[in-house]
């Protein structure tokens, strides 16, 4: 199986920055995409962006322009850069790779937007 471990949440002021990291590891070959959803108490999961094994990322309208999703296929580590934060964007962020059959998700570390 694949293990997911994130970093980078934490509390940050609106308009602020934060970069969130999930490294995978264990069965990471032939890993397809990879992306980050998040969830707040009360709602579904949300697709925040994911990005294709060739680097091709696709984003949620309401990030857009805002968070950056890259990948580093060497490192198996996906990174989301999330600019202009606001505080809707408060949630459980969890990191997230397919493969073969399969989906795996990380943890979810906590990301707080608030003054």
């Known amino acids: 199986q694949v293990q997911l471990v994130e970093s980078g949440g934490g509390l940050v002021q609106p308009g602020g920055s934060l970069r969130l990291s999930c490294a995978a590891s264990?069965?990471?070959?032939?890993?397809?995409?990879m992306g980050w959803y998040r969830q707040v108490p009360g709602k579904q999961r949300e697709l925040v962006a994911v990005?294709?094994?060739?680097?091709?990322?696709i984003s949620a309208a309401s990030v857009k322009g805002r968070f950056t999703i890259s990948r580093d296929n060497a490192k198996n580590t996906v990174y989301l850069q999330m600019k202009s934060l606001k505080p809707e964007d408060t949630a459980v962020y969890y990191c997230?790779?397919?493969?073969?059959?399969?989906?795996?998700w990380g943890p979810g570390p906590q990301v707080t937007v608030s003054s």
């Open positions: 264990g069965s990471i070959f032939s890993i397809d995409d």
């Open positions: 997230t790779a397919q493969r073969a059959l399969a989906n795996y």
């Open positions: 990005i294709s094994t060739g680097g091709s990322p």
